[in-house]
């Protein structure tokens, strides 16, 4: 165990943690319903975090509060979404008090730290709202402090109580925010905080982080089992006349023009947060006049890196965001952000046509699927052989997820920047392929190529291979199994009749394109069947097919 805080115990809480917000994005993006639900706030924690640890890395300072300095500024140039800028608050506030200490940092000093960065993280936001990870990490900081008051100062006792407190007041955050409670899920950012909590705890226990199980089956037949997935009860929670955009820029302005344009900004909208200090600003805002939010950071200093995106898929509970506009006007500080000399994607197909498909568009692929997952190696020897210093990998199953993580943590360390999309199925690794974009900045391509494979629900058809209990009842052998979001949803006799039966469940909820995927065996005829089907019931519907031979699942479906 650890006795105390220090720059090689910061690097390791870094690494960890964002390996655990790596294998923890696809629930926190499920989670992701305040202050919009646009199912990013996993996605964007993990690359606020990257941008630390990248700029972390690059320094080789030996003392605590001068790296932390670091990764907070790293954090704070990298920040993404509402979450991800509250974060890099809350490291650069521990920063600022551990540049107080003049001895080792320890149980008081830690928790002092965390105070400071509650502190920091509620002064940042224009209207602090409890039931988020500002609410987490007060817990966690009060937890903190009345554990050394008890007299056990040790650093290990503080962190523990930091964590433990915080889990309970994630647990909590349903009963202080109504959208919360309606949509039964907990605050994504504040889970965030605690997988970081839970990753430092980690570090300083020496006790590594448990890995997810993995507990779908390799046959077909029964539940095809997945995390924690509630984006449709999310979505169902949101306002639907919220703001139209999401605006945030870089701000270089003098400190003490943040607070009136904190307050102009509130008056243009809500979900402001301004952060950072020594005249560099991390500014987020949601309006419905994105114009006049960038206007305010003009009257004040000199505005870079502007992103405006379209929150409206999100308030229409419709899934999607649309980028509009970036300025990438970088500073020579923003290093971290140095445009790639490279960048491939990865992927995971059940097929050797549905390989071909991918290969035609760039992609690397790797056979698997079914009784046949790949292993870290064999994403590593992908990541490799695409000699990219860039790589987005597209897993397509949930079972492959965790051997992708591991890769991308061990890839990491050889000088790859590495981003693992949680694709859940082919036809959301087809929709995020479709708006890859090699030439914008790496996080912007991971957040849309996130975004994209959201918005697709996906489904399939098979045959199950043995008696299994499945959601809507007990299958036997030869029965027709449709599946709807990794569910069993149809179960009948008819290939045809059962597709028909799950692609109008999917269309149910809204739908503009239909992707289907014809395996091997009846596939073929499958699709022509169900093209026609599409044609007849919902002629408003683009319907595009894909040959890709893959076994076990004659159709696989994808709905955008």
Request: aromatic content about 4%; glycine content about 12%.
């Amino acid at each position: 165990m650890l006795q105390q805080l220090d720059a090689d115990a910061l690097r390791r809480w870094g690494d960890v943690g964002l390996s655990a917000l790596g294998r923890a994005r696809a629930e926190i993006d499920a989670l992701n319903v305040f202050p919009i639900p646009d199912g990013d706030t996993g996605t964007n924690l993990f690359l606020t975090v990257e941008a630390g640890v990248r700029a972390a890395a690059a320094d080789q300072r030996t003392d605590l509060a001068g790296l932390t300095a670091t990764f907070a500024r790293g954090a704070l140039l990298g920040a993404r979404g509402n979450s991800g800028v509250i974060v890099s608050q809350l490291f650069r506030g521990m920063a600022e008090s551990f540049g107080t200490v003049t001895g080792s940092v320890q149980g008081v000093e830690f928790g002092a730290a965390l105070s400071h960065a509650a502190d920091l993280g509620y002064a940042a936001v224009a209207r602090p709202v409890e039931g988020t990870v500002l609410t987490v990490v007060r817990a966690a900081a009060s937890a903190t402090s009345a554990a050394v008051a008890g007299g056990d100062t040790s650093l290990t006792h503080a962190v523990q109580g930091a964590a433990e407190a915080a889990r309970v007041a994630l647990a909590k955050t349903p009963d202080q925010l109504e959208v919360l409670r309606r949509a039964g899920v907990v605050d994504a950012g504040g889970r965030g905080l605690v997988v970081l909590l839970d990753a430092l705890q980690a570090v300083v226990t020496g006790i590594p982080l448990p890995i997810p199980p993995q507990t779908r089956s390799d046959q077909p037949g029964g539940r095809m089992d997945r995390p924690e997935m509630v984006a449709e009860g999310a979505v169902h929670g949101a306002d639907p006349g919220g703001p139209a955009f999401e605006v945030m820029y870089l701000l270089e302005a003098d400190d003490d023009s943040v607070p009136d344009l904190r307050a102009r900004l509130d008056e243009l909208g809500d979900s402001v947060v301004v952060v950072g200090g020594d005249r560099l600003w991390n500014v987020h805002v949601h309006t419905d006049d994105p114009g006049s939010a960038v206007e305010v950071g003009v009257t004040v200093g000199r505005t870079f890196r502007i992103r405006i995106t379209s929150l409206a898929g999100a308030n229409s509970a419709e899934p999607g965001r649309s980028e509009l506009s970036e300025q990438p006007d970088l500073t020579a500080d923003d290093l971290i952000d140095a445009p790639p000399t490279a960048r491939s994607v990865v992927v995971v197909v059940p097929g050797r046509a549905l390989a071909d498909l991918f290969e035609s568009v760039g992609a690397t692929v790797i056979i698997g699927g079914p009784g046949q997952r790949p292993s870290p190696s064999a994403f590593m020897s992908a990541i490799e052989h695409s000699g990219a210093n860039e790589v987005i990998v597209l897993p397509n199953d949930p079972d492959h997820v965790a051997a992708a993580e591991t890769a991308a943590e061990l890839s990491r360390g050889k000088g790859v920047r590495i981003a693992v999309v949680p694709t859940r199925a082919p036809v959301q690794g087809l929709a995020a392929l479709a708006v890859h974009d090699g030439g914008r900045r790496f996080d912007d391509d991971v957040v849309s190529m996130t975004s994209a494979a959201a918005a697709t629900r996906h489904g399939a058809i098979t045959v199950a291979m043995r008696e299994a209990m499945t959601t809507v009842g007990i299958c036997r052998a030869g029965d027709v199994l449709g599946l709807i979001d990794g569910d069993v949803a149809v179960l009948g006799t008819d290939l045809s009749v059962v597709a028909h039966d799950v692609i109008d469940r999917m269309l149910t909820g809204g739908g503009e394109l239909v992707t289907v995927v014809q395996g091997s065996g009846e596939g073929a005829v499958l699709a022509k069947l169900l093209k026609q089907h599409l044609h007849d019931r919902r002629p408003d519907v683009e319907v595009v097919c894909y040959v890709g031979e893959q076994p076990h699942y004659p159709l696989l479906l994808g709905v955008e």
